[in-house]
C-alpha cells in the first residue's frame, strides 16, 4: 500500500496528503503524518496549492467554482455493495482497488470529519502495523541468517569429512605399501633361505660322493701289489672338477660362489666353485667370475652371509688369507 493511500484510508483530504507528502519529499509515511498533526490548524491548509502560471490559475479557479458546485450537489460517494461512505473519489477508487467493489452512487451526505480520539487511534492503528511489519522483517530476516548459518555449518562440516576422509585414505594407502613391502622383503629373505639350504644340500651331496671316492681309491691302492704303480685316477666328475683337495698347508682356499640370478632355463643359477691360492686377492676372484659368468655383466657385488659382509673396491688388493676366507668360503653374487 502506498504511502497517499494510506493517508486517504486515514481521512485526509487529497489535497493536505499532497502538501504533506511534497514538504517531507515523499520520505515515508510517519513523517507525512508529522507534518499533517503540525499543521493540521494552519490558514489555508485546505487550499489547492496555487499554479505559477496565470492561466492555469484562472483555470484552476474556473475548476473550483465548479467542484464548489458539485460539491452542493453531491458531499460523497457511497459504495451500494458494502455500504461505505467516502469522501472523495480517490478513497472509492482506492476502495474499489482492494475489494473490487465497482457499485458507487453519490450521495449528499457529507462525510464527518474524524475527531482528534479517532485520528490518534487511527494513527495508533498505523504506528502498530509499521511495528508489526518491522518485527515480521526483522523476524525473517534473523530466519534467514540462521539458514545461512546452518548452511555454513553444514558446508564446514563437509569439508571436515571430507578431510577425514582424505586421510584414512591416505593412511590405508601407506599401510598397504608398508604391508607390499614386508611381503616382499619376506619373499627375499625366504628366497636367500631355499638357495642357502639348497647349497647345504648340494654340498652335502658333494661331501658324500668325494668320501665315496676316496675310500674307493684307498682300497684299490692297498690291493694293489707291493713296488706295482698306482693306477691311473678315474677322470673327476663334474662336481669334481677344478676341486683339488686342499692341503693342511693353508695356501690353498675353496670359493663357492652363489649367484642370487635367474638362469636362461628359468630357475635359480648353479653356483660355481674353484680352488684359489690364499695369497691371491679378491681382484682374482672378480676376474673369475667376470670370465665363467659373463652374463652377469662388469657390475655386481659380492658378499658373505654368516657372518654378514659386503666387499667394494676397497677390499679388491687384499688377499683372501687377510679377508678370512682361508680354507673355504661362499660369497654371494647380486647385481
Given at each position: 500500500?502506498?504511502?497517499k493511500a494510506t493517508l486517504l484510508e486515514f481521512g485526509?483530504?487529497?489535497?493536505?496528503?499532497e502538501k504533506a507528502l511534497k514538504a517531507t519529499n515523499n520520505s515515508g509515511l510517519q513523517p507525512a503524518l508529522d507534518w499533517l498533526d503540525a499543521h493540521a490548524n494552519d490558514a489555508g491548509i485546505d487550499d489547492p496549492a496555487v499554479p505559477a502560471d496565470s492561466d492555469e490559475a484562472a483555470g484552476g479557479e474556473g475548476e473550483a467554482s465548479a467542484t464548489a458546485a458539485a460539491d452542493q450537489q453531491a458531499q460523497s460517494l457511497v459504495c451500494n455493495v458494502c455500504q461505505k461512505q467516502f469522501k472523495n473519489t480517490d478513497l472509492a477508487q482506492y476502495h474499489a482497488t482492494k475489494t473490487g467493489h465497482e457499485?458507487?452512487?453519490?450521495?449528499?451526505?457529507?462525510?464527518k470529519p474524524l475527531t482528534e480520539e479517532e485520528k490518534k487511534e487511527k494513527l495508533d492503528e498505523l504506528q502498530q502495523r509499521i511495528a508489526d511489519k518491522r518485527k515480521l522483517r526483522a523476524e525473517a530476516e534473523k530466519e534467514e541468517q540462521r539458514q545461512n548459518e546452518l548452511?555454513?555449518?553444514?558446508?564446514?562440516q563437509d569439508m571436515t569429512e571430507q578431510k577425514e576422509k582424505?586421510?584414512?585414505q591416505m593412511m590405508l594407502r601407506e599401510i598397504e605399501k608398508q604391508k607390499r613391502a614386508k611381503e616382499d622383503d619376506k619373499r627375499a629373505k625366504q628366497k636367500i633361505k631355499d638357495q642357502i639350504e639348497q647349497d647345504k644340500r648340494d654340498r652335502a651331496v658333494r661331501v658324500a660322493r668325494e668320501k665315496a671316492e676316496r675310500d674307493s681309491a684307498a682300497g684299490s691302492s692297498s690291493s694293489a701289489p707291493a713296488g706295482a704303480q698306482a693306477e691311473e685316477p678315474a677322470a673327476p666328475s663334474m662336481l669334481q672338477s677344478g676341486l683339488p683337495k686342499i692341503t693342511t698347508?693353508?695356501?690353498q682356499t675353496r670359493i663357492q660362489i652363489r649367484p642370487m640370478l635367474q638362469s636362461?632355463?628359468?630357475?635359480p643359477s648353479p653356483p660355481i666353485t674353484h680352488v684359489f691360492a690364499a695369497d691371491q686377492t679378491l681382484r682374482h676372484v672378480i676376474d673369475f667370475v667376470k670370465k665363467e659368468m659373463p652374463n652377469v655383466g662388469s657390475h655386481f657385488k659380492l658378499?658373505?652371509?654368516f657372518p654378514r659382509k659386503d666387499f667394494d673396491s676397497h677390499h679388491e688388493s687384499l688377499t683372501l688369507k687377510e679377508l678370512g676366507l682361508v680354507p673355504n668360503a661362499a660369497l654371494i653374487l647380486t647385481t
Amino acid at each position: 500500500m502506498s504511502d497517499k493511500a494510506t493517508l486517504l484510508e486515514f481521512g485526509f483530504s487529497v489535497i493536505r496528503i499532497e502538501k504533506a507528502l511534497k514538504a517531507t519529499n515523499n520520505s515515508g509515511l510517519q513523517p507525512a503524518l508529522d507534518w499533517l498533526d503540525a499543521h493540521a490548524n494552519d490558514a489555508g491548509i485546505d487550499d489547492p496549492a496555487v499554479p505559477a502560471d496565470s492561466d492555469e490559475a484562472a483555470g484552476g479557479e474556473g475548476e473550483a467554482s465548479a467542484t464548489a458546485a458539485a460539491d452542493q450537489q453531491a458531499q460523497s460517494l457511497v459504495c451500494n455493495v458494502c455500504q461505505k461512505q467516502f469522501k472523495n473519489t480517490d478513497l472509492a477508487q482506492y476502495h474499489a482497488t482492494k475489494t473490487g467493489h465497482e457499485d458507487f452512487s453519490e450521495s449528499t451526505e457529507a462525510v464527518k470529519p474524524l475527531t482528534e480520539e479517532e485520528k490518534k487511534e487511527k494513527l495508533d492503528e498505523l504506528q502498530q502495523r509499521i511495528a508489526d511489519k518491522r518485527k515480521l522483517r526483522a523476524e525473517a530476516e534473523k530466519e534467514e541468517q540462521r539458514q545461512n548459518e546452518l548452511l555454513r555449518r553444514k558446508a564446514g562440516q563437509d569439508m571436515t569429512e571430507q578431510k577425514e576422509k582424505l586421510k584414512d585414505q591416505m593412511m590405508l594407502r601407506e599401510i598397504e605399501k608398508q604391508k607390499r613391502a614386508k611381503e616382499d622383503d619376506k619373499r627375499a629373505k625366504q628366497k636367500i633361505k631355499d638357495q642357502i639350504e639348497q647349497d647345504k644340500r648340494d654340498r652335502a651331496v658333494r661331501v658324500a660322493r668325494e668320501k665315496a671316492e676316496r675310500d674307493s681309491a684307498a682300497g684299490s691302492s692297498s690291493s694293489a701289489p707291493a713296488g706295482a704303480q698306482a693306477e691311473e685316477p678315474a677322470a673327476p666328475s663334474m662336481l669334481q672338477s677344478g676341486l683339488p683337495k686342499i692341503t693342511t698347508s693353508g695356501n690353498q682356499t675353496r670359493i663357492q660362489i652363489r649367484p642370487m640370478l635367474q638362469s636362461s632355463k628359468g630357475g635359480p643359477s648353479p653356483p660355481i666353485t674353484h680352488v684359489f691360492a690364499a695369497d691371491q686377492t679378491l681382484r682374482h676372484v672378480i676376474d673369475f667370475v667376470k670370465k665363467e659368468m659373463p652374463n652377469v655383466g662388469s657390475h655386481f657385488k659380492l658378499s658373505t652371509s654368516f657372518p654378514r659382509k659386503d666387499f667394494d673396491s676397497h677390499h679388491e688388493s687384499l688377499t683372501l688369507k687377510e679377508l678370512g676366507l682361508v680354507p673355504n668360503a661362499a660369497l654371494i653374487l647380486t647385481t
